[in-house]
């Protein structure tokens, strides 16, 4: 059962590519164990939303809380310092690195019961089949494997993941949704956005939706499967 302990809260954030006002007043939270979705149609914010936590693009307005830690203003660096993993879109491996490099290259301290490569592997057994391997000579459901090991090997408390069923055949996508179920079962907090919505409602605690920049449902998965105007109106179901 869920602590309701919060690890992420994002409280009313207001964030800006130049003039263009792209989030206005967000606001949602990830409690510590929790798999939270964040979904909608493609330009309405979701990845603003993973920048902004992260801090490659800070809102000019509202707060955000890692735990008890004000992030709103941090870099990146001092964000994922203090737990944050990211599993960028479009994966971002390193293609010229072989497998064990790019995971290897991530790692930090572990703690009691941590991420170490050992466990990666169990976790990923397809990549133990491809340590030597480079990352571009890996399939693109390798390459999402490898990305989320990367964010892992950074014994992160709470992970974002952006869109990580993109581009993928259904099988991989499965997969993914496999993993997926085993890091919420080992307890570990994931902001996911995403886009295939039967992959987001079959592993996720609780569901935000987006539309032009603003959360317009919060609930559970079985909330919003019993929603179907929201379903047809703001991801086209």
Same mark, same amino acid.
């Given at each position: ?80 310092? +203090?737990? *944050?993993? #990211? $599993?960028? =879109? ?9 497998? /064990? ?56 408390e709470l992970v974002l993941m952006d ?24 307890? +570990?907090? *994931?902001? #996911? $956005?995403? =886009? ?9 605690? /609780?569901?935000y939706v987006m539309n032009k920049g ?24």
């Amino acid at each position: 059962m869920l602590q309701f302990i919060p690890m992420l809260t994002v409280s009313e954030i207001h964030t800006y590519y130049g003039d263009s006002h792209v989030l206005q007043g967000i606001s949602l939270s990830v409690q510590r164990g929790e798999v939270v979705a964040l979904l909608g149609r493609n330009g309405v914010g979701k990845s603003t939303t993973i920048n902004s936590i992260v801090g490659f693009t800070p809102p000019r307005e509202g707060k955000i809380l890692l735990r008890d830690k004000d992030i709103t203003r941090a870099p990146s660096h001092v964000t994922a310092r +203090l737990g *944050v993993g #990211l $599993v960028p =879109q479009g994966r971002r491996i390193f293609p010229t690195l072989s497998v /064990r490099e790019n995971i290897t290259l991530a790692s930090r301290h572990t703690r009691n019961g941590g991420w170490t490569f050992v466990r990666i592997l169990e976790t990923f057994p397809p990549l133990a089949q491809r340590l030597n391997n480079l990352g571009s000579q890996l399939s693109g459901g390798e390459q999402q494997m490898l990305a989320i090991a990367r964010a892992l090997m950074t014994n992160p408390e709470l992970v974002l993941m952006d869109e990580p069923s993109e581009g993928l055949a259904p099988l991989i996508v499965v997969e993914i949704g496999r993993i997926l179920k085993a890091l919420r079962e080992k307890g +570990l907090s *994931v902001l #996911l $956005v995403e =886009q295939n919505l039967s992959l987001a409602l079959g592993v996720a605690n /609780r569901v935000y939706v987006m539309n032009k920049g603003a959360i317009v449902f919060a609930g559970t998965p079985e909330g919003l499967r019993a929603n179907p105007e929201i379903l047809h109106r703001y991801l086209g179901v």
